[in-house]
């Protein structure tokens, strides 16, 4: 197998805070011998559990950046047991372009698992995950939110799994975590992504989707700031009391859960994050903006439920997701 490219600037068994960088080779326009630069932290106290932490897998997502360079600043080494892996803005160039894929190559992040070393740019950041940094994790909190196309309800999330204790156990550091909303994931595009090869590795997986529209608002950056000491807290790595949250649960049972536009245009929602629907209950409705005089058409909900994400802009395109529809149920 060829080696990663990637280099860590860090000590991975060295005692201590120490901040550094992951080092990929890009040659470019501007710099021939140029690198890819991303900031890491690396906490090691004694002995314990690893927990990776990561944000920016998109890089027009906000919430899990802040939290993670705010704990990266103010993490002290005596307050861990374990080990805390810190790397706020995984997809570094998409981060710095404020973009969901990558400038350099289009790719998406999470949709490149396992990636290669001889890859993309892209490719070769997701080689390095999942070569060197998922396998020496027990615990991964991966941060999300809805970038610039979507808006959610505040939530944390792990997935239904084969492994009902590898479920549990994610289930119970969502429960730490503390969000307004706790979901049980469906996935619609589950290939190639970074919680498959973390969940595959039997590691203990824990998402979220905080908020969107392309910014953070105060309210969810203090619950990913809030909820990510929770959970470390909880998953033995962070000593401390977990802060306990009211959280309401959600299912995704099924793919009934998503609504898609099938034309494209002006939006108007019918119905807004947090509002129950019924099966069959208008939930927008799309203005053709090529001409005045046509009606529009009207997007119906699938399933029964609460809404729970929307389409952001106010533009949509053919094959868009419109809204997602979850069915609220006991933790």
Same mark, same amino acid.
């Given at each position: 197998?060829?080696?990663?490219?990637?280099?860590? %600037?860090?000590?991975?068994?060295?005692?201590?805070?120490?901040?550094?960088?992951?080092?990929?080779?890009?040659?470019?326009?501007?710099?021939?011998?140029?690198?890819?630069?991303?900031?890491?932290?690396?906490?090691?106290? &004694?002995? !314990?559990?690893?927990?990776?932490? %990561?944000?920016?897998?998109?890089? *027009?997502?906000?919430?899990?950046?802040?939290?993670?360079?705010?704990?990266?600043?103010? /993490?002290? @080494? +005596? *307050?861990?047991?374990?080990? /805390?892996?810190?790397?706020?803005?995984?997809?570094?160039?998409?981060?710095? @372009?404020? %973009?969901?894929?990558?400038?350099?190559?289009?790719?998406?992040?999470?949709?490149?698992?396992?990636?290669?070393?001889?890859?993309?740019?892209? +490719?070769?950041? =997701?080689? #390095?995950? +999942?070569?060197?940094?998922?396998?020496?994790? *027990?615990?991964?909190?991966?941060?999300?939110?809805?970038?610039?196309?979507?808006?959610?309800?505040?939530?944390? =999330?792990?997935?239904?799994?084969?492994?009902?204790?590898?479920?549990? +156990?994610?289930?119970?550091?969502?429960? @730490?975590?503390?969000?307004?909303?706790?979901?049980?994931?469906?996935? /619609?595009?589950? /290939?190639?992504? #970074?919680?498959? =090869? @973390?969940?595959?590795?039997?590691?203990?997986?824990?998402?979220?989707?905080? &908020?969107?529209?392309?910014?953070?608002?105060?309210?969810?950056?203090?619950?990913?700031?809030?909820?990510?000491e929770n959970l470390l807290i909880a998953a033995g790595v962070l000593k401390g009391e977990v802060k306990q949250q009211p959280t309401q649960w959600l299912d995704m049972p099924d793919d009934t859960c998503f609504t898609f536009a099938e034309d494209g245009g002006l939006i108007e929602f019918l119905a807004d994050l947090g509002d129950t629907?019924?099966? !069959?209950?208008?939930?927008?409705?799309?203005?053709?903006?090529?001409r005045c005089g046509i009606k529009p058409v009207t997007v119906h909900a699938n399933r029964s439920g609460l809404v729970m994400a929307r389409h952001f802009p106010g533009i949509v395109k053919p094959g868009d997701c419109v809204a997602v529809v979850g069915v609220m149920i006991e933790g």
């Amino acid at each position: 197998m060829i080696a990663s490219p990637i280099s860590a %600037t860090v000590d991975f068994a060295a005692a201590g805070v120490n901040h550094g960088f992951l080092r990929l080779p890009y040659s470019r326009d501007d710099a021939a011998w140029g690198s890819i630069m991303t900031p890491i932290t690396v906490v090691n106290n &004694g002995d !314990g559990p690893t927990a990776l932490l %990561t944000g920016a897998n998109h890089g *027009d997502e906000y919430e899990g950046p802040i939290a993670l360079f705010d704990l990266a600043s103010r /993490i002290k @080494a +005596q *307050d861990v047991t374990g080990r /805390i892996i810190i790397v706020p803005a995984m997809n570094y160039p998409a981060f710095g @372009a404020q %973009t969901r894929t990558s400038p350099i190559d289009r790719g998406n992040l999470n949709r490149s698992f396992p990636g290669r070393p001889d890859g993309t740019v892209t +490719q070769k950041i =997701a080689d #390095y995950f +999942q070569r060197v940094l998922l396998p020496m994790s *027990d615990v991964v909190l991966d941060f999300h939110s809805g970038g610039k196309t979507l808006d959610f309800l505040p939530y944390c =999330a792990a997935h239904i799994l084969p492994d009902k204790r590898q479920e549990e +156990q994610s289930f119970d550091l969502v429960r @730490a975590f503390g969000a307004p909303w706790s979901v049980k994931m469906l996935e /619609i595009d589950a /290939i190639g992504m #970074y919680d498959t =090869a @973390a969940e595959d590795m039997g590691k203990i997986f824990v998402t979220t989707e905080l &908020g969107g529209g392309g910014t953070a608002t105060a309210h969810t950056a203090g619950i990913a700031k809030r909820g990510v000491e929770n959970l470390l807290i909880a998953a033995g790595v962070l000593k401390g009391e977990v802060k306990q949250q009211p959280t309401q649960w959600l299912d995704m049972p099924d793919d009934t859960c998503f609504t898609f536009a099938e034309d494209g245009g002006l939006i108007e929602f019918l119905a807004d994050l947090g509002d129950t629907v019924e099966k !069959g209950q208008p939930v927008a409705r799309i203005f053709n903006v090529t001409r005045c005089g046509i009606k529009p058409v009207t997007v119906h909900a699938n399933r029964s439920g609460l809404v729970m994400a929307r389409h952001f802009p106010g533009i949509v395109k053919p094959g868009d997701c419109v809204a997602v529809v979850g069915v609220m149920i006991e933790g």
